[in-house]
């Protein structure tokens, strides 16, 4: 148990509506240890529990609340107190409140609407009038994540995915509600905003309120208390729970006249409403260069830069230590704390503290070592810097790149499109100077990430401007949506615009280019992206764009067509149109899938397939039907799609003019799923390919990884897309080469082609495009045609003498920070990441065995990899600026193997021979 209690005095003197208020004897008691069950720290049941006095400048704060029919209007906070104290006095008003106006009229329950400091919340009374007792109990309730709107928190998810667990369902109390609300947008807006699930996180409050009425019928509080907790439990219902809890009572202790000394001067706010100390928007002007805090709350680490620097460098090098030393006992726990406290992700977090000159100084002394623990030091530092999620390490990270920082283009490129995944608080500033990378004459793969990771920076900026979600309709029950709103309207759609006129210039068979821009605004994804390339995935446009620009702009839309409710009226068209290519039909039918496809589009599909002419597309649209039905089950937002082609499949199957296949080269799909009820996550590898009637190879190969978490979240964790023509062709005729190069094929050719008449298939180039996502965002987007493709080629085999590559390697999966206010004032957050390094070591030599005349191929592989990781996951309670009270699960993963192995070819007589070290 971790946490601290505060104890004081009120002086209350009433003037009509307003009560002025007076905190005396403000004592404190910090604790942090094991407390037997049963015992707690606040009720003086533990002799370990000593009360201080706070600072005397805080000793005797002074607020004034004016209140409307016993509920909060106005509160009037001194200027000159600490923004902690401020949301104290916030606190104690946010509960003190009873909707008296009820109260009077008789009624045992009911719902009344009140301004909270979690924000506008509709509280759930039920009042107590025992005749057997001399007080009237009232008992107020509140889940804040389900009944309030205007929400005051924060939340950062690098996760990123979907969440379908919160989807509203037409109660009969829903549609009273409804029947009876003025404005029925207005009450949409609130149902948008309220999550009913209690998983991942839950918050709520209880009060309760013992009043003594007089003759008179005047109520007299003369107790009360409160009890509010915050929960967060990722791992389903049998998984660890991370609690805080805050109890508050208040007994009267005498009642007398007032003397009206207690007067307040400063600044008058309307509500309660929680302050964020370290807050800001995402047009506000900051220095990029100035130290970025993690947590909104005012939480900071006092020591010096030079100082925070220093620990950092050690840090790293304790890092370093620790892996190269190959332990692998950790019995005593000295060594598995040492293990913990030297982990990755205890480094990552010291990154946080440091500002733009920190970052470069560190920088500096790490480069000036030259050894090989210096190598994998300087390797750390530039695999932390893109993810440490700050305004300053974004910014050293652009001027690295444009200063020629970065040892070669795929690591710079790696660096700014992890930036994006990982930046907390990013603003117009960071956006303006990123753009900057677009006319940087940077190499192919920096260029390509620049336009990538500057989509997504955008796009980042305004998701992250307000935690809540964004929304069409503007009203005051949504007021911190409408950031979102201006963002969309003043950033991130003008320079959708911008590019998308540069889009338009580029020629046709540029590939690369106009996949460059086409990746920019998959990057992009919301606001206007799927309206201006409508025409072109529709092949409306005047000279029609190349397939595969048309198909990776379905990807750049899907998500945002999704949301407008837009899905079967962008998408079903192509499906149905059997005069498309193969392939745009079948991704067109794909991202249908992902929509939300009601029975209507259901039937109509299934119909017209029982007279497709197009084998690929009905094999491909019939597997995945299978798909849907029996692996789909995991899935928490594709349920509907799971019951209707479970439903049709079962008619399909007797009418069906042809037998699938699954054959190789067949447009198809399938998955492979897994499962743990136990925790609530499951998994699942998606495979699909698409044939050509061209080739007998697949035209293209895809395979995505999603993960689904506590029974309502999915997400996708990467995505791997090949397109290729031609190879087919190309291998065919190195087979030829190799083994009937005495062949004749000229007379066969002559019988076939001439004399019976066969066509002779057009020979194709060789056309190639990778394409990699993460997290539903491209991270890697590349065409080869024939002459790039032979030069990608050769580079990959470019070790056939000698290749030795050392490399520390670091990801970042993901980060979540929820911070929200306690019903006492102090605010409490949820922190968990995973971070995980891999250190590989590897190097191939042609050995003694090897030939002079290259009739014998010999090579020898050593390998060894060090695999580090460390997840932490936790909740935290703030008190004043600088304290911080949390309890942490951390968990720490090892893993350390090398092997050789040795590799030996024949080439007259085409044997090979592999040779493994044994483990």
């Given at each position: 148990?971790?946490?601290f209690?505060?104890?004081?005095?009120?002086?209350?003197?009433a003037?009509?509506?307003?009560?002025?208020?007076?905190?005396?004897?403000?004592?404190?008691?910090?604790?942090?240890?094991?407390?037997?069950?049963?015992?707690?720290p606040?009720?003086?049941?533990?002799?370990?529990?000593?009360?201080?006095p706070?600072?005397?400048?805080?000793?005797?704060?002074?607020?004034?609340?004016?209140?409307?029919n016993?509920?909060?209007k106005?509160?009037?906070?001194?200027?000159?107190?600490?923004?902690?104290?401020?949301n104290?006095?916030?606190?104690f008003?946010?509960?003190?409140?009873?909707?008296?106006?009820?109260?009077?009229?008789?009624?045992r329950a009911?719902?009344?609407?009140?301004?909270?400091?979690?924000?506008?919340?509709?509280?759930?009374?039920?009042?107590?009038?025992?005749p057997?007792?001399?007080?009237?109990?009232?008992?107020?309730?509140?889940?804040?994540?389900?009944?309030?709107?205007?929400?005051?928190?924060?939340m950062?998810?690098?996760?990123y995915?979907?969440?379908c667990?919160?989807?509203h369902?037409?109660?009969?109390?829903?549609?009273?509600?409804?029947?009876?609300?003025?404005?029925l947008?207005?009450?949409?807006?609130?149902l948008?905003?309220?999550?009913?699930s209690?998983?991942p996180?839950?918050?709520?409050?209880?009060?309760?309120?013992?009043?003594?009425?007089?003759?008179?019928?005047?109520y007299?509080?003369e107790?009360?208390?409160?009890?509010?907790?915050?929960?967060?439990?990722?791992?389903?219902?049998?998984?660890?729970?991370?609690w805080?809890?805050?109890n508050?009572?208040?007994?009267?202790?005498?009642?007398g006249?007032?003397?009206?000394?207690?007067?307040?001067?400063?600044?008058?706010?309307?509500?309660?409403?929680?302050?964020?100390?370290?807050?800001r928007?995402?047009?506000?002007?900051?220095?990029?260069?100035?130290?970025?805090?993690?947590?909104?709350?005012?939480?900071?680490?006092?020591?010096?830069?030079?100082?925070?620097w220093?620990v950092?460098y050690?840090k790293?090098?304790?890092?370093?230590?620790e892996q190269?030393?190959?332990?692998?006992?950790y019995?005593?726990?000295?060594?598995r704390?040492?293990?913990?406290n030297?982990?990755?992700?205890?480094?990552?977090?010291?990154?946080?503290?440091l500002d733009?000159?920190s970052?470069?100084?560190?920088?500096?002394?790490?480069?000036e070592d030259?050894?090989d623990e210096?190598?994998?030091?300087?390797?750390?530092?530039?695999e932390?810097?893109?993810t440490a999620?700050?305004?300053p390490?974004?910014?050293?990270?652009?001027?690295?790149?444009m200063?020629?920082?970065?040892?070669?283009d795929?690591?710079?490129?790696?660096?700014?499109?992890?930036?994006?995944?990982h930046?907390?608080?990013?603003?117009?500033?960071l956006?303006?100077?990123?753009?900057?990378?677009?006319?940087?004459?940077?190499?192919?793969y920096?260029?390509?990430a620049?336009y990538?990771?500057?989509?997504?920076?955008?796009?980042?900026?305004?998701?992250?401007?307000?935690?809540?979600?964004y929304?069409?309709?503007?009203?005051?029950?949504?007021?911190?949506?409408?950031?979102?709103?201006?963002?969309?309207?003043?950033?991130?759609?003008?320079?959708?615009?911008?590019?998308?006129?540069e889009?338009l210039?580029?020629?046709?068979?540029?590939?690369?280019?106009?996949n460059?821009?086409?990746s920019?605004?998959?990057?992009?994804?919301?606001?206007?992206?799927?309206?201006?390339?409508?025409?072109?995935?529709?092949?409306?446009?005047?000279?029609?764009?190349?397939?595969?620009?048309?198909?990776?702009?379905?990807?750049?839309?899907?998500e945002?067509?999704?949301?407008?409710?837009e899905?079967?009226?962008y998408?079903?068209?192509?499906?149905l149109?059997?005069?498309?290519?193969?392939?745009?039909?079948?991704t067109?039918?794909?991202?249908?899938?992902k929509?939300?496809?009601?029975?209507?589009?259901?039937?109509?599909?299934?119909?017209?397939?029982?007279?497709e002419?197009?084998?690929?597309?009905?094999?491909?649209?019939?597997?995945?039907?299978?798909k849907?039905?029996?692996?789909?089950?995991?899935e928490?937002?594709?349920?509907?799609?799971?019951?209707?082609?479970?439903?049709?499949?079962?008619?399909w199957?007797?009418?069906?003019?042809?037998?699938?296949?699954?054959?190789?080269?067949m447009?198809?799909?399938?998955?492979?799923?897994?499962?743990?009820?136990?925790?609530?996550?499951?998994g699942?590898?998606?495979?699909?390919?698409?044939?050509?009637?061209?080739s007998?190879?697949?035209?293209?190969?895809?395979?995505?990884?999603?993960?689904?978490?506590?029974?309502?979240?999915?997400?996708?964790?990467?995505?791997?897309?090949?397109?290729?023509?031609?190879?087919?062709?190309?291998?065919?005729?190195?087979?030829?080469?190799?083994?009937?190069e005495?062949w004749?094929?000229?007379?066969?050719?002559?019988?076939?082609?001439?004399?019976m008449?066969?066509?002779?298939r057009?020979?194709?180039?060789?056309?190639?495009?990778?394409?990699?996502?993460?997290?539903?965002t491209?991270?890697?987007?590349?065409?080869?045609?024939?002459?790039?493709?032979?030069?990608?080629?050769?580079y990959?085999?470019?070790?056939?003498?000698?290749?030795?590559?050392n490399?520390?390697?670091a990801?970042?999966?993901?980060?979540?920070?929820?911070?929200q206010?306690?019903?006492?004032?102090?605010p409490?957050?949820?922190y968990?990441g995973?971070?995980?390094?891999?250190?590989?070591?590897?190097?191939?030599?042609?050995?003694?065995?090897?030939?002079?005349?290259?009739?014998?191929?010999?090579?020898?592989?050593n390998?060894k990899?060090?695999?580090?990781?460390?997840?932490?996951?936790?909740?935290?309670?703030?008190?004043?600026?600088?304290?911080?009270?949390?309890?942490?699960?951390?968990?720490v993963?090892?893993?350390?193997?090398?092997q050789?192995?040795?590799?030996?070819?024949?080439?007259?007589?085409?044997?090979?021979?592999?040779?493994?070290?044994?483990?």
């Amino acid at each position: 148990m971790s946490g601290f209690t505060v104890k004081g005095e009120l002086r209350v003197q009433a003037d009509g509506d307003t009560l002025n208020i007076q905190i005396i004897n403000l004592r404190q008691s910090y604790f942090n240890g094991p407390y037997a069950a049963g015992y707690w720290p606040y009720q003086n049941m533990d002799a370990r529990t000593k009360y201080i006095p706070v600072n005397e400048e805080y000793v005797e704060a002074i607020f004034s609340v004016i209140y409307e029919n016993g509920k909060v209007k106005e509160i009037t906070l001194a200027d000159d107190s600490p923004v902690w104290l401020k949301n104290l006095m916030r606190g104690f008003a946010s509960s003190f409140q009873i909707d008296m106006e009820n109260v009077e009229s008789g009624d045992r329950a009911w719902y009344s609407r009140e301004n909270t400091v979690h924000g506008d919340c509709n509280v759930q009374y039920t009042f107590e009038n025992s005749p057997n007792s001399d007080y009237h109990v009232v008992t107020k309730a509140v889940s804040h994540i389900s009944d309030c709107v205007n929400r005051s928190y924060k939340m950062f998810n690098s996760f990123y995915g979907k969440t379908c667990k919160n989807e509203h369902e037409f109660t009969p109390k829903r549609v009273k509600k409804m029947e009876s609300e003025e404005n029925l947008l207005d009450y949409i807006s609130e149902l948008n905003q309220q999550y009913k699930s209690p998983e991942p996180m839950y918050s709520d409050s209880t009060t309760t309120i013992f009043m003594r009425p007089n003759q008179e019928g005047v109520y007299t509080v003369e107790k009360f208390f409160t009890a509010g907790a915050v929960v967060a439990h990722p791992l389903g219902k049998k998984g660890s729970a991370k609690w805080t809890l805050a109890n508050r009572t208040f007994i009267l202790k005498s009642v007398g006249p007032s003397s009206g000394n207690i007067t307040t001067e400063g600044t008058t706010y309307e509500g309660v409403a929680f302050e964020w100390e370290n807050d800001r928007t995402w047009d506000t002007d900051v220095d990029l260069k100035e130290r970025d805090y993690f947590f909104h709350n005012g939480y900071k680490i006092d020591e010096d830069q030079e100082t925070l620097w220093n620990v950092v460098y050690q840090k790293i090098y304790d890092f370093v230590e620790e892996q190269k030393s190959h332990k692998t006992n950790y019995e005593t726990k000295e060594d598995r704390d040492e293990l913990h406290n030297t982990g990755i992700q205890r480094v990552q977090e010291y990154f946080f503290t440091l500002d733009y000159e920190s970052l470069s100084a560190l920088k500096e002394k790490l480069f000036e070592d030259e050894s090989d623990e210096g190598q994998v030091a300087q390797d750390i530092f530039m695999e932390l810097l893109p993810t440490a999620g700050t305004l300053p390490s974004a910014y050293l990270v652009k001027e690295l790149v444009m200063n020629a920082g970065y040892e070669d283009d795929r690591a710079a490129a790696k660096a700014l499109t992890s930036v994006p995944f990982h930046i907390r608080k990013p603003t117009k500033g960071l956006v303006e100077e990123w753009e900057n990378l677009i006319s940087f004459d940077g190499k192919k793969y920096t260029k390509m990430a620049a336009y990538m990771s500057f989509g997504h920076l955008v796009r980042r900026t305004c998701e992250l401007a307000a935690p809540q979600a964004y929304q069409k309709v503007d009203n005051d029950h949504n007021k911190y949506a409408q950031q979102k709103s201006e963002c969309l309207e003043q950033l991130l759609n003008p320079m959708i615009e911008k590019y998308f006129e540069e889009f338009l210039e580029i020629e046709k068979d540029a590939m690369n280019d106009l996949n460059k821009y086409v990746s920019m605004f998959a990057n992009f994804k919301w606001g206007k992206v799927s309206e201006l390339l409508q025409p072109i995935i529709h092949g409306e446009t005047e000279e029609p764009y190349p397939t595969a620009v048309r198909v990776n702009a379905m990807f750049a839309v899907y998500e945002n067509v999704i949301e407008n409710g837009e899905d079967i009226e962008y998408f079903l068209p192509l499906v149905l149109d059997t005069s498309e290519e193969a392939e745009i039909r079948i991704t067109a039918f794909k991202y249908l899938m992902k929509g939300n496809p009601d029975t209507t589009t259901f039937v109509k599909i299934f119909t017209n397939m029982l007279h497709e002419p197009n084998f690929e597309v009905f094999n491909y649209i019939y597997t995945s039907f299978e798909k849907m039905a029996y692996s789909w089950d995991i899935e928490p937002c594709n349920k509907d799609q799971q019951q209707f082609a479970r439903y049709y499949l079962k008619y399909w199957k007797e009418y069906m003019w042809v037998r699938p296949k699954y054959a190789f080269g067949m447009s198809k799909t399938f998955s492979r799923t897994f499962a743990q009820e136990k925790y609530g996550y499951s998994g699942s590898f998606e495979y699909s390919t698409i044939g050509n009637q061209h080739s007998a190879t697949p035209h293209v190969y895809e395979v995505e990884a999603r993960s689904q978490q506590y029974e309502g979240h999915t997400m996708q964790l990467f995505g791997i897309k090949i397109r290729m023509e031609g190879i087919a062709e190309s291998l065919s005729r190195k087979f030829q080469e190799m083994y009937f190069e005495n062949w004749n094929f000229d007379d066969l050719k002559a019988v076939l082609f001439d004399q019976m008449v066969v066509l002779e298939r057009s020979k194709q180039e060789i056309k190639l495009e990778l394409t990699i996502t993460l997290k539903n965002t491209m991270i890697f987007q590349r065409y080869f045609d024939q002459e790039s493709f032979i030069e990608f080629f050769e580079y990959l085999t470019s070790f056939r003498e000698y290749f030795s590559f050392n490399k520390q390697l670091a990801l970042t999966m993901g980060t979540v920070v929820y911070e929200q206010p306690s019903d006492i004032g102090f605010p409490v957050a949820y922190y968990g990441g995973l971070t995980s390094t891999v250190n590989v070591e590897f190097d191939v030599s042609n050995g003694d065995d090897a030939d002079d005349d290259n009739t014998l191929f010999f090579r020898i592989f050593n390998y060894k990899l060090s695999y580090n990781a460390q997840v932490i996951n936790g909740m935290w309670v703030f008190h004043q600026d600088s304290t911080a009270f949390a309890i942490r699960q951390d968990n720490v993963y090892k893993h350390q193997f090398g092997q050789w192995a040795k590799i030996a070819y024949n080439t007259p007589k085409k044997n090979l021979k592999v040779v493994f070290e044994r483990p």
